[in-house]
């Protein structure tokens, strides 16, 4: 069930799209690290990396499978930290701040 629900995810969001890059100017971005569950495989924690550049706000995540882990830098202006655990979520994974950077 969680695998099919993170594949219809993917599909909607149309992995393997281009990811688009927006400038920021220095300061506006955070870093968060979240503990990942849920990841059974590398393909998880890589499908949902690919799906969380595709977010506005987004500019670069590392989401690690044996490190049951997601880095993510993002512009607070244009997306919330909420927003981005609601959006894992979403994916079928549950999630939790490690740390704020």
Known sequence: MLRRRFIQIAA???IGGVATVERMEAGEIKTVTYKVKGFT???????LETL???QK???WVKASYPEASAI?????AQVTEN???S????TGFSVESENKG
């Open 12 to 14: 909607l969001a149309g």
């Open 41 to 47: 495989c590398i393909t998880c924690a890589v499908g």
């Open 52 to 54: 969380l550049k595709q």
């Open 57 to 59: 706000g987004v500019t």
């Open 72 to 76: 993510i830098k993002y512009n607070p």
């Open 83 to 85: 927003a981005l655990k």
């Open 87 to 90: 959006y894992i979520a979403e």
